[in-house]
C-alpha cells in the first residue's frame, strides 16, 4: 500500500475504573489499522472487541491514551481547532441508529446541511439545492426535504445519514455498524448504495462490523479484533478462505450457513399444478 489516507498507529484507549486510582480498562491495546484511497477496510469481532471504541478514535470522536492518528501521513493525533476542523471535512461517520443520530426536531434538509454550516462553508449552490442532490444520489425522494426523521422508514433514515457524512465531499467514511439495525433485505440495500458512492466518488470505508457475511461482500481488507487487540489481519479472501487464528476460525465457524442439498433441493423444487 501507498501512504495511507488514514491510519491509526499503537492506539492505546484506556478508561479509570473503580475511582481515580482503581486499575484502567484498556478498551483498546496497541491497535494500528491503516486505509487506503477507495479501499475499504472492514473491522471486526464479537460485542466488546474494542471495534467501536476504535471506530472513535479513528474519527478524532475520543482521545487516545496513547499512539498516532494520521491522515494523509500527518500527524493530527494533538492538531489544533483549525486543524480538527480540516480533518472532519475529510473524514466523516454513519453510525448504527439513523434514528438516534439525527435531530429529531431538525427536517432533513437541516441535517443533511449541517456540516456545512459547522465548516462555514458557504456554496454557489443554496443549501436546498444541494440537500436535494445529496438526496437524490442516496435514493431518497428530494421533495421529501422538508419531513422529519420519524418520517421515514430505518432504511431511509440510514441514507438521510449517508447524504450528512457526503455533504462536504469527504475522502474517508467510517460506518460503525451502519447497518446492523437495519432489515435483512435493506441491508442490501444499503451495502449497494455504499459500494456504488465508493466507485463514483472514491470513498475509502472502515467498516466497523460484526456480520460477517456483510463484511466478506464489502471489504478489501479486514482486521479481527479481540480484547481490544487486532488478532489478525489481512486481504478478505485470506481472512475468510485462510484464516491464522484460533479465534478468527471461531468467528467465522458461527456464520450460519445453509445446508448446500437442501438449498439444491429448493432451487430444483417445481410446486404442484395449481399452486404458487
Known amino acids: 500500500m501507498n501512504t495511507p489516507i488514514l491510519a491509526g498507529r499503537n492506539l ?3 478508561y479509570a475504573t473503580g475511582g ?3 486499575p484502567a480498562f484498556r478498551a483498546v491495546d496497541d491497535v494500528t489499522l491503516e486505509v487506503g484511497a477507495s479501499e475499504t477496510l472492514a473491522v471486526v469481532g464479537e460485542s466488546g472487541s474494542g471495534k467501536s471504541s476504535t471506530a472513535r478514535l479513528l474519527a478524532r470522536l475520543d482521545e487516545p491514551t496513547s ?3 494520521e491522515l494523509d501521513g500527518e500527524d493530527v493525533t494533538s492538531a489544533p481547532p483549525a486543524r480538527l476542523r480540516t480533518f472532519r471535512r475529510t473524514v466523516q461517520v454513519v453510525f448504527q441508529d439513523p434514528y438516534s443520530s ?3 426536531r431538525h427536517d432533513v434538509e437541516k441535517i443533511i446541511t449541517a456540516p456545512l454550516r459547522y465548516q462555514g462553508l458557504s456554496p454557489r ?3 436546498t439545492q444541494i440537500c436535494k442532490e445529496l438526496m437524490e444520489r442516496v435514493g431518497l425522494n428530494p421533495d421529501h426535504s422538508t419531513r422529519y426523521p420519524h418520517q421515514f422508514s430505518g432504511g431511509q433514515a440510514q441514507r438521510i445519514g449517508i447524504a450528512r457524512a457526503l455533504a462536504v465531499n469527504p475522502k474517508v467514511v467510517i460506518c460503525d455498524e451502519a447497518v446492523s439495525a437495519l432489515d435483512v433485505s435493506v441491508q442490501a440495500q444499503v451495502i449497494d448504495l455504499l459500494r456504488d458512492l465508493q466507485r463514483d466518488l472514491g ?3 472502515v467498516f466497523i462490523a460484526h456480520d460477517l457475511a456483510v ?3 464489502l471489504a478489501d481488507r479486514v482486521a ?3 480484547g481490544g487487540r487486532v488478532v489478525e489481519q489481512g486481504s478478505r479472501d485470506q481472512v475468510f478462505d485462510a484464516p491464522r487464528e484460533e479465534y478468527t476460525r471461531a468467528l467465522l465457524a458461527a456464520v450460519p450457513r445453509i445446508n448446500p442439498e437442501w438449498e439444491r433441493r429448493r432451487r430444483e423444487w417445481t410446486p404442484p399444478e395449481g399452486q404458487d
Open 67 to 69: 499512539g498516532t492518528i
Open 12 to 14: 492505546v484507549r484506556e
Open 224 to 226: 479481527v479484533m479481540s
Open 215 to 217: 463484511v466478506r461482500r
Open 102 to 104: 439525527l435531530n429529531p
Open 20 to 22: 481515580r486510582r482503581g
Open 125 to 127: 449552490k443554496g443549501g
Open 203 to 205: 470513498l475509502s470505508y
